[in-house]
């Protein structure tokens, strides 16, 4: 068996339909008195791509099960720039939007889903984002010149992110996410 599941769209439904359902029957069986999911911010935004309707789907079976729960939105991790980077990779070249993000590391996306689990269950979606705003285009250049990746950053309008033609926009958090600690220059540092 694969360590993880893969990214085709009937498979990855599959996976979150599947692993969904069985986690909200078990917590049902054993009383779990607050579900916790980890989502990703701009997730209905991003509909056109099969992973992100896959979430969509998640989140929305948590919603109709009943169950109190909380969904957190998080946007990007500082982890995933080179995935990103790999993903708009053309004959060597990366291309990508040149569309405002706002990453975190997933220490304080860890820190933010440990606080909503010992809170109280709001039956509501909370985000969390970066303390800093980049072009996407910027934090790919930045974060692969820290690892020494001589790949070339284009900003090329038509790129899509995952498959999904997206806006200046669709990666940000709305104006009251709760905001992480690390910026992307201490990550680095690290």
Do not use: C, W
């Amino acid at each position: 068996m694969s360590n993880s599941p893969s990214f085709a769209d009937d498979d990855v439904m599959h996976f979150f339909r599947t692993s969904t359902t069985h986690l909200l029957e078990a917590a049902a069986e054993y009383g779990v008195a607050h579900h916790v999911a980890l989502s990703v911010v701009g997730t209905e935004r991003l509909a056109g791509s099969g992973y992100f309707r896959a979430k969509i789907e998640q989140e929305r079976l948590i919603r109709v099960s009943g169950q109190a729960y909380s969904i957190v939105h998080a946007t990007r991790f500082f982890e995933f720039v080179r995935s990103i980077a790999d993903s708009g990779t053309v004959d060597g070249t990366i291309h990508l939007a040149p569309v405002l993000i706002q990453p975190m590391a997933s220490d304080d996306v860890a820190a933010a889903v440990a606080r909503v689990a010992v809170g109280p269950p709001p039956r509501a979606v909370r985000e969390v984002a970066g303390p800093e705003q980049f072009r996407l285009t910027e934090l790919v250049a930045r974060g692969l010149a820290a690892t020494g990746d001589p790949r070339r950053v284009v900003a090329d309008e038509q790129a899509r992110y995952f498959d999904v033609l997206i806006d200046e926009k669709t990666l940000l958090p709305g104006p009251d996410a709760e905001l992480g600690r690390m910026t992307f220059d201490e990550f680095l540092e690290r």
